[in-house]
């Protein structure tokens, strides 16, 4: 009688459970990773060497446009900016459609 079938099923089965742990150990994320996004606070001595940098490169850029420039990337990854820019949309449909509603209660009280 030959047994070599149930142990080549029982070794595919642990093969794709090891498989699917190596899987998950390399593309999964884990706890011990970093939940903070790249757009961390911005110091002094990073907006000097940027215009130092800029300025080297013939464009230069005052220290201050810089560190606005880097806080405006740190919220956008940090999806701040979006949340600023849908509350302006907000505000401006809600300032169209008051306007418009202005334009046309003169027409109908005539």
Known sequence: MNLDMPFYFFFGI???????????????????????TPGGPVDAAEASLLAKEMADSGR????DTITKLLRLH????????????SAAEA????????????????????
């Open 14 to 36: 642990v093969g794709l459970v090891a498989g699917g742990l190596i899987v998950w150990f390399l593309l999964a994320e884990h706890p011990f990773e970093s939940l903070e």
């Open 60 to 63: 230069p850029i005052d220290e």
């Open 74 to 85: 740190g919220a956008y990854v940090d999806g701040k900016i979006n949340e600023s820019l």
């Open 91 to 110: 505000a401006r449909l809600e300032a169209e459609r008051t306007r418009q509603t202005q334009e046309i209660a003169p027409k109908d009280a005539s």
